[in-house]
């Protein structure tokens, strides 16, 4: 069912609030795509955040739901419903049986299954789409409709209420499974069929939106000898319509020029007074683009000169993030290349061209590789790397005010919410220090398996994924 007052309206105060200099993120309220607004900064405004649970005992733990054996995405919870990818070792439905990517979609309330949207693995196999991995996109839901990338690198549109509206939404009315814990699709834009994207191992990117235009990576990258980019033409980002999918306009600046993959997702910010889509690519450079047209406004270049792939020239993982005219954003590897030296950088975005040198405000190099986004509050940038480091520095100068060692590999994000910073790990600890210039640690919290993804809060709930379940944790927990 399309309600188009909610949407409009959902979407309107999603914009707004994030083209809002200095806005901090929603309220107690929804957290609907990753990074919680169009500029993707790590913070949340729930207040009494928990810092204390325990999921054997379950003490402060609302509810677990039980996903596949991978979980790579992060949860997004809007609309009474937690959104969440994963692999299909659930078999939540026999007739869709096998290796599969599955979005999830559980009732906000109690964690109970609500429908789910199930993919097949790619014919060519793990070049393309890496064997039990199953979905790592974080969706974007707007209203009553959701946008997110299958493993079939696919950008989908689904009506969050499913059959159960007794209306198959369309375009797309062609489903094969149209029970009640089906998924409705509206739309599939298939990035390998009409762009010719040769997503490197898995494409994940996480949709990002503006005005009527929804943007994706494509994941366009090497083949599986690394030496070859086989799809030189096709675009790094895609711009399409929310309501049907038509290609608005496509970028490819990068052309052959690829490190390896391009995973990085992109943002939307306003900067001085234009709307910009920053995208991290994969030759390693950072570009802004105008976000109706698709114009290049500018591009900056992450690795030192002379930097030789992959021993010192990294490509783009992490997320950028765009907070008052500046974007922030690291370098780094995928993470089967391990450690490395990294890179941060802090751009002013309102120059134009290559803005390497004009654009740099700050450069931070004690970070190692990183697959982290930031988080920006009360003028402390938080920034992660894959060596297990938290870095709190100066946003202004980019001088470190403390690091903390979590002592293990970090694949997730800080995220900041009520003066507190939350970080899991590969040890599968939630580390939980205090927001501000000098380093407390306020605890450690043992999720009982790696922690991959970001904890996030909605309407008073803190949302923690370890690698096969999810925990809503109660808020006012420990305070
Ligand atoms: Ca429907
Ligand atoms: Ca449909």
């Not at 943007?215 to 030496?227: I, K, M, P, Q, R």
């Not at 690698?467 to 420990?478: K, M, N, T, V």
Request: charged share 20%.
């Amino acid at each position: 069912m399309r309600i188009p007052v909610k949407s409009t309206l959902a979407a309107t105060a999603a914009a707004s609030l994030a083209l809002v200099p200095g806005a901090a993120g929603p309220g107690g309220a929804d957290w609907p795509m990753w990074g919680g607004t169009p500029g993707r900064n790590m913070v949340g405004a729930m207040s009494g955040a928990p810092t204390r649970w325990n999921v054997k005992t379950k003490e402060n733990i609302k509810w677990v739901a039980p996903l596949g054996s991978h979980a790579y995405g992060n949860p997004v919870v809007s609309g009474g419903m937690v959104f969440v990818g994963t692999n299909n070792e659930l078999v939540l439905d026999p007739r869709q049986a096998g290796d599969r990517g599955v979005l999830m979609a559980l009732r906000e309330s109690d964690g109970r299954f609500l429908w789910q949207h199930t993919s097949e693995k790619l014919a060519t196999g793990a070049v393309n789409d890496w064997p039990q991995q199953g979905v790592a996109s974080s969706p974007l839901v707007e209203g009553d409709r959701l946008y997110y990338v299958s493993n079939r690198a696919e950008l989908i549109c689904l009506d969050t209420q499913g059959f159960t509206d007794g209306e198959n939404d369309g375009p797309l009315t062609a489903e094969i499974f149209k029970g009640p814990k089906d998924a409705d699709v509206v739309w599939r834009f298939d990035m390998i069929a009409r762009v010719g994207a040769f997503p490197h191992n898995l494409a994940n990117s996480s949709p990002v939106s503006y005005g009527d235009l929804v943007y994706v990576s494509t994941s366009n990258g090497l083949d599986e000898s690394h030496a070859k980019v086989p799809s030189p033409k096709a675009p790094t980002i895609v711009a399409v319509k929310k309501k049907t999918g038509e290609l608005v306009w496509k970028d490819n600046a990068v052309g052959g020029r690829i490190l390896h993959g391009q995973w990085s997702s992109p943002a939307v910010g306003k900067i001085g007074d234009t709307v910009h889509l920053v995208s991290g690519q994969g030759d390693g450079w950072v570009r802004g683009f105008e976000a109706l047209t698709g114009e290049k406004l500018w591009e900056f270049d992450l690795n030192p000169k002379g930097a030789v792939w992959p021993k010192n020239r990294n490509e783009v993982v992490s997320t950028p993030i765009v907070v008052d005219n500046v974007v922030y954003l690291a370098s780094g590897q995928d993470p089967e290349h391990g450690d490395g030296p990294g890179h941060l950088y802090a751009i002013d975005a309102t120059k134009r061209g290559d803005i390497t040198r004009t654009g740099r405000i700050w450069h931070y190099d004690k970070i190692r590789r990183s697959i982290s986004t930031g988080a920006l509050h009360d003028g402390i940038l938080y920034y992660a790397d894959f060596s297990g480091f938290l870095h709190a520095l100066d946003a202004k100068t980019g001088k470190p005010f403390w690091v903390h060692d979590t002592l293990a590999a970090v694949w997730g994000s800080p995220y900041v919410v009520d003066g507190k910073v939350y970080l899991g790990n590969e040890d599968g600890n939630i580390v939980i220090l205090q927001a501000g210039k000098e380093k407390k640690l306020i605890a450690e919290i043992d999720m009982g398996s790696s922690v991959y993804s970001t904890a996030v809060a909605a309407n008073n709930t803190l949302y923690v994924v370890n690698r096969d379940h999810l925990f809503a944790i109660r808020g006012g927990a420990g305070q």
